[in-house]
């Protein structure tokens, strides 16, 4: 099994409160990550011996969620302060060839009978400061851009894509609005503040208190010194 995490990941701890839900990831910078335990599932639900999984720091999925992997190449890749709520499905592969007389899979009736290669999906990809609300399903090879909401119980398709900080909702899953306005937008994404550690969020806690929707300029105007906050950080 492939995990990984960010570079300053310092263990597990089995003494967290949540441990006995979660595989609970530590890091030397601080914050947790937590993997619901039974998470990585094939299509017998047996624990998968081999796949490739992506979480960064500060990120959780909620209780009873699975991933389902049906072979090796697929990725669940997973960002960084990424909330997740319970009894997420991640369907990473599971398609059937569809061009052909039967969807099938003959193999599995004996006889020597063959069914043809199972098209694949791509990697399915959550970036950083997502919300997904409870009971989300998402199939293969979709991304989900930063600061987007998932509303529960929405079903995203196989290759969806989003928008950065899009509310999404349904089944299918389509843009019902955006968070912020579209200036707000671009300097959060050139903030990338989930790139800082929690120490500069820590410096910067009051900023991250305010209310972006009531007032662009004074918004502009917080984000703003963020980026010079950031910038000086990056000097030092």
């Not at 990550?33 to 960064?56: A, T």
């Not at 369907?91 to 290669?117: C, W």
Request: hydrophobic letters at 45%; aromatic letters at 10%; one cysteine or more.
């Amino acid at each position: 099994m492939d995990i990984s995490t960010d570079l300053d990941f310092a263990g597990t701890s089995d003494s967290h409160p949540w441990a006995a839900q979660f595989t609970v990831l530590t890091y030397a910078g601080g914050g947790y990550s937590l993997i619901p335990l039974r998470f990585f599932r094939d299509w017998l639900d047996l624990p998968v011996e081999h796949c490739h999984f992506q979480i960064g720091r500060c990120s959780a999925l909620g209780v009873d969620s699975i991933a389902k992997y049906d072979g090796t190449t697929q990725s669940l890749r997973i960002g960084r302060f990424v909330s997740g709520g319970s009894r997420l499905r991640f369907i990473l592969n599971g398609q059937h060839e569809t061009r052909t007389i039967s969807t099938y899979m003959f193999t599995i009736a004996g006889k020597d009978l063959v069914h043809p290669n199972p098209p694949q999906y791509g990697d399915s990809i959550i970036k950083n400061d997502v919300w997904i609300g409870d009971e989300v399903m998402m199939l293969g090879g979709g991304i989900i851009e930063n600061g987007c909401i998932i509303a529960a119980r929405s079903v995203l398709p196989p290759n969806f894509r989003s928008e950065p900080y899009g509310i999404y909702a349904g089944a299918p899953a389509k843009l019902v609005r955006f968070r912020f306005s579209e200036a707000v937008r671009a300097v959060l994404l050139e903030l990338a503040w989930w790139d800082m550690p929690l120490s500069w969020i820590r410096d910067n806690n009051t900023a991250f208190l305010q209310d972006l929707t009531a007032d662009e300029p004074a918004a502009l105007a917080t984000l703003a010194q963020l980026l010079a906050s950031r910038k000086q950080a990056a000097a030092a």
